[in-house]
């Protein structure tokens, strides 16, 4: 089953560069940045140039390889991938990522050899974007049985290509349906403040030659009542032992939406965004972004500047009002 997951490529590595696709200037402008440091891709990281959980646990580990370039010795790598591993407080892909790379590294960080550590995290970088792309395929495989012909299906935010570096989760899952012939038809949420639904789902599903529709976030309710969507796929960013999930602002009233109008409501993720650790989403830290952002779009202004903005990047979903988890590994009833 052939996707066009090829045609976007949101990371690379290459001459000892990392260069990513900048996801702000999409999608009018397709940009690559060409970065030589750990501070620039930390930089990429907390302005969302590149985004998406699975796909910041490869930029994590590359971040660690231009860390160890950088580095004299092994006491400023960690300092290093503590800043790396903080960049985003939510996706739990990037800080489980950098953790597992230190706890590989635990064995020879007392050679001081830092070309071995370099050695090491690049394979690691590289194996990480092979399995990257098999676990999409794997969720898309596994989430297009739950899709029927002619469904109407809505997602939120961007969990394509951008998000993970192969076919995408919830987005990868609707472009496989696609694939397969089911004439399916998709509304998705232009997703405010920064528009990643509007801005960078737009360019996938036309890129994929998906017949969609975008909405305002507030279109959610009334699409539902008009019975024009019939089951709802959406990504994820950590998800607790107990189901709940934390994803992008909005989510959670999409799943309430979603419960009262009895219309299923899917959580697509690979196995790594499993927070083993936590109990609830009580746990799960949210970021808390720049109020500005909410006070204009592209520079220009939409509010008084003197206003006050909240501005949460990310919402937690109640695992009760998740039907099922969809991973690389089968579906999982909530």
Known sequence: ?????????????????????????????????????????????????????????????????????????????????????????????????VEEILKSLEIIKNSKDMKEISKIILNKARGLEKELKKESIAI????????????????????????????????????????????IKVYFTETRPLLQGARLT????????????????????????EKKVNKVIVGADRIAKNGDTANKIGTYQIAVLAHLHKIPFFVAAPKSTFDEYIESGKEIPIEFRDPGEVKEIYGIKIAPPEIEALNPAFDITPGELI????????????
């Open 1 to 97: 089953m052939h996707c066009n997951e090829d045609l976007i490529a949101p990371i690379k590595f290459k001459d000892g560069k990392v260069i990513i696709l900048d996801q702000k200037k999409l999608p009018h402008k397709e940009i690559y940045l060409e970065i030589n440091s750990p501070e620039k891709l930390i930089k990429a990281i907390v302005e969302l140039s590149i985004r998406g959980a699975p796909l910041l646990g490869l930029a994590g580990i590359y971040g660690l390889y231009l860390a160890s370039l950088k580095s004299k010795n092994y006491s400023e790598f960690e300092k290093y991938a503590l800043k790396i591993k903080n960049a985003r407080p939510t996706a739990v892909n990037l800080p489980k990522m």
């Open 323 to 334: 039907s099922a988890f969809i991973t690389e590994k089968g579906i999982i009833s909530s």
């Open 140 to 183: 898309a495989k596994n989430g297009a049985k739950l899709i029927e012909k002619n469904d109407a299906i809505l997602t939120h935010c961007n969990t394509g290509s951008l998000a993970v570096s192969g076919l995408g989760t919830a987005l990868g899952i609707i472009k496989y349906a696609h694939n397969e012939g089911k004439n």
């Open 202 to 225: 737009s360019y996938e599903l036309l890129k994929n030659k998906i017949p969609s529709t975008l909405i305002v976030d507030s279109t959610v309710g009334y699409l539902m009542k």
